[in-house]
């Protein structure tokens, strides 16, 4: 089976601000090689600002809707990047939490690197899941209900959706690989990895 999503369109998530730079636009060509198109989605229309490590300011990419446009229903995957403030962000924000929660009522695949599984911890959906992370979300994830462990790059299809979640972004080449993988078959990916659960 070859990897293609083409006619697939795949939800990026972030806050206005604080992305992690590497791990929107790594994950977002990984897509678009792919054949899928990718869409920015945020809380706020206009721009959305991208950091390198939290610390120096990267580019701006434009949002193509907010959380308020959209539903899970217009799209076949869902993508967390990390960045430390922009998913602490994203957690108080109502429309994008339950955003995410209707990825995962609807079995949707999604896929979250570094810091982005906390917007999952807010949607309290990790119940039943194991994943990986930013170290320092292991307890915020154990609190939550899921179970973290430390690879590469993890993929859980317990509870009934898939969810893929790597470290940070030297995990990228394993992540993007995989959520490609995931996206092109996630019934594939789940019977593979069923093991997990």
């Given at each position: 089976?070859?990897?293609?999503?083409?006619?697939?369109?795949?939800?990026?998530?972030?806050?206005?601000?604080?992305v992690?730079?590497?791990?929107?636009?790594?994950?977002?060509?990984?897509?678009q090689?792919?054949?899928?198109?990718?869409?920015?989605?945020?809380?706020?229309?206009?721009?959305?600002?991208?950091?390198?490590?939290?610390?120096?300011?990267?580019?701006?990419?434009?949002?193509?809707?907010?959380?308020d446009?959209?539903s899970?229903?217009?799209?076949?995957?869902?993508?967390?990047?990390?960045?430390t403030?922009?998913?602490?962000q994203?957690?108080?924000?109502?429309?994008?939490?339950?955003?995410?929660?209707?990825?995962?009522?609807?079995?949707?695949p999604?896929?979250?690197?570094?810091?982005?599984p906390?917007?999952l911890?807010?949607?309290?959906?990790?119940?039943?899941?194991?994943?990986?992370?930013w170290?320092?979300?292991?307890?915020?994830?154990?609190?939550?209900?899921?179970?973290?462990?430390?690879?590469?790059?993890?993929?859980?299809?317990?509870?009934?959706?898939?969810?893929?979640?790597?470290?940070?972004?030297?995990?990228?080449p394993?992540?993007?690989?995989?959520?490609?993988?995931?996206f092109?078959?996630?019934?594939?990916?789940?019977?593979?990895?069923?093991?997990?659960?």
């Open positions: 089976m070859t990897d293609d999503i083409q006619g697939q369109t795949i939800a990026f998530l972030t806050a206005g601000s604080g992690e730079q590497v791990e929107l636009t790594g994950p977002w060509q990984a897509v090689d792919a054949g899928g198109t990718p869409r920015l989605i945020a809380p706020e229309p206009g721009s959305v600002q991208a950091f390198h490590h939290d610390v120096d300011k990267g580019d701006t990419f434009p949002v193509d809707a907010t959380v446009e959209v899970e229903e217009d799209f076949d995957g869902l993508v967390l990047p990390g960045g403030t922009n998913p602490d994203l957690r108080l924000q109502p429309a994008a939490v339950a955003l995410v929660k209707a990825f995962v009522e609807a079995r949707k999604v896929a979250a690197i570094c810091h982005g906390w917007t911890v807010e949607a309290d959906v990790l119940r039943g899941k194991t994943l990986t992370s170290p320092s979300l292991r307890t915020d994830i154990v609190n939550a209900g899921g179970e973290w462990t430390d690879q590469e790059v993890f993929v859980c299809p317990c509870e009934g959706w898939v969810l893929v979640t790597s470290r940070n972004p030297d995990d990228l394993a992540f993007n690989a995989q959520i490609v993988r995931t092109t078959d996630p019934s594939a990916v789940a019977q593979a990895e069923g093991a997990h659960c």
